[in-house]
């Protein structure tokens, strides 16, 4: 009865509707709904406990404010196996994997060209605003996706504006995307923020005065001291330790550090600090202003990497006090950038969101003081290993012709000649390694549904594999095992330190709160790209994080 009743009332609802004539709709509620300016922040190896190690020396309004007035996707992860920087990028803008998007590593080797790949590099392209040409050879045409910000840019038939900044060439290029506006990063030889003819042919006036200011040169004379007094870095170990690395000219690995060099090079060692972090917050206000970003009618779009974080990370690894005075420093940065920008495009009107592009493995020295399992991968007794079991197997002859990111690319038309296969192949190097207690495993990317690995594994490496752009055989490290010297650290492998990192956002159309769900660094770009209702990038294989949207 009650159904029925429901059924004709709807049955009189809509008569009356065609009764009707139709109300012209308000202009208003025409226009879709998007905040103002989107902001996306990549930290470069963020790791995910780092939100919660250095939360009570966090102020307010800098990385608490994801925290607290936003969403958090506490169980975020990277979904393929070699968690490096440009790939990371590249997943987080593109919403899509290695396998897809191309951007596999920061290097590999192209098998049909025959040498080697940087991921951003692009002969085409000059640089410009340095007399440095090798910085502006760079360019997104091996991307082979879009990202978000192209996504906008189709979406608002390219009246929105977008812009990358960073100190790398790759955390501004990759995220930007192919429409970008410009993308700057930091020429380490000049100190001076660089482009390159791909997208415009003379640094904008604002860039120019902001590298007149030559402000690396001041933080070099100024130097690296703590934030607060060294004694209150309590979340750290001890500052002087034999894992962490030495500036030029340096005795010990200890506050405060020159920056100046006595025979380095400052503009480069700048970077390597928190200094690194201060000179990229400004350029990237700087950037809003002077671009009138957020001011328009249609949203405009600003991505900013991080980089300093990594360049500390890997120089002390992650538990000095060198990364959590880099922390709290950007922090108070953060501060300050969402200070400007609530009053710049008013507190409600932006959405800022943060990840980063990898984790970091723990110090080797440091995991042996605390009797924790793992060591230094031994590159080079390894090589030897592989070379004499294929002479010994096959006789002379190179048959690897690159050894990239811990894959081995085969040469194919040697193997060919002596008549013998990949497994074949394949077979005698992993005998020749796997006994190594640093080696996990040796995998045949060309034949993984045949190899040892879990369904989750399993996953991992066919996310990684680019069928035109890796290896034909990987070596997989132990959990633990860090492919890097006795001083410092590394990422780059499938385990939890290195696949865990921060998904967080906080702004206009954002829910705040936070899950344990499990989600993939593939699922950012559909959650801003469900935001801004719009597609999300053609490589996405995502799903929107449903719970942080309103
Ligand atoms: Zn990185």
Redesign the pocket.
Known sequence: MKYLIQFITGLFLTTGLYAQKPKPVAAASREVSRPKLVVGIVV??MRYDYFYRFYDKYTEGGIKRFMNQGFTARNNHYHYALT??AA?HASIYTGSAPAIHGIIGNDWYDPIQGHGVYCVEDTTAKVVGSPTESVGKMSPRNLLVTTIADQLKLATNFRSKSIGVSIKDRGAILPAGHTADAAYWYDSKTGNFVTSTFYRDELPAWVKEYNDKKLPAQYAREGWKTLLPIDQYTESSRDDTPWEGLFTGETASTFPHDLSGTSGNPYGAVTTSPWGNTLLKDLAIAAVKNENLGKGPFTDFLAVSF?SP?AVGHMYGPNSIEIEDVYLRMDRDFAEMFTFLDSWVGKDNYTVFISA??GVADAAGYWKEHKLPGGLVPSAKLRDDLKKALKAAFGEGEFVRSMTNGQFYLDHALMKEKGISQDQIHAVIKEALITDPAIADVINLKKLNEEQLTPYQLELYKNLVNVKRSGDIMMVPRPGWVSWGARGSN?GTPYNNDTHVPFALFGWGVKPGETLRRTTIADIAPTISALLHMLPPNGSIGSPVIEALK
């Open positions: 470069d190896q490096i920087t990371g980089s990594d592009d990898h990422h």
